[in-house]
C-alpha cells in the first residue's frame, strides 16, 4: 500500500510517499506524479515517516541542515542507482558536484568505466528529492542540467542553502 501526503514548501507543493514505514518519495506537485484522487484517497497524515519527513523539510526550508535522514527505501533499484544516490547523501550541505565527478568517484571504486550520462540516468531516477540532494549536483562547466522538479525549483533549493547562483548558468 502506498499512502500520501502533502507538504506545502516555499517553493510549491511537495508530494511526500511512503509504503507505511519508509520514505518512498518526495517531488514536487509539477511533477504530476500522483492524481489528486489517489493522493486525497490514501493520505495519512498521521504515519510517523511523514511527521519525519515534514520535520526535515521545516527545517530545510528554515535555510537550516537537518541534522537527520528519514528512513528511506529504494525498492527495486540497481546496485549502480544505489551507489549514485549514496554518493548524492554524501554531497554537503550547501555544495555541488558535477555528474562527471561522481562518474569519477564510481569509476575509482568500481575500476569500470562509467559515463557523465549514466550518472545523470541515475539521478533522474531518483525519486526522493530534496532528501537525496540530486539538485546539487551540475552539468559541465558549471551549467544547471535537467531537474525532475523543474530548474526553478533547483535554484531555489539551492538558494535555501546559500549556494552562489552567479557562478552557474543555463
Known sequence: MHYYCLYHSPLGDIIIESDGEFLTSVCFDC???VDLEVLQKNSNKEL??????????????????????????????SLFRKRVWE???????????????????IE???????SAQAVGGAVGHNKIAIIVP??????????????????LNKK????????NLNKFHE
Open 31 to 33: 511533477q504530476n506524479i
Open 87 to 105: 554518493i548524492l547523501l554524501e554531497i554537503p550541505y550547501g555544495k555541488t558536484i558535477t555528474y562527471g565527478e561522481i562518474a569519477k568517484q
Open 134 to 151: 540530486c539538485h546539487r549536483v551540475m552539468g559541465k562547466n558549471r551549467r544547471y542540467t535537467g531537474y525532475a522538479g523543474g530548474i
Open 48 to 77: 510517523s515517516i511523514f511527521t519525519q519527513t515534514k520535520k526535515w523539510l521545516d527545517i530545510y526550508f528554515s535555510g537550516k541542515e537537518p541534522d537527520f535522514i528519514p528512513p528511506l527505501s529504494f525498492p527495486e533499484v
Open 156 to 163: 531555489g533549493l539551492l538558494k535555501f542553502e546559500g549556494v
Open 108 to 114: 575509482k571504486e568500481s575500476g569500470k568505466r562509467v
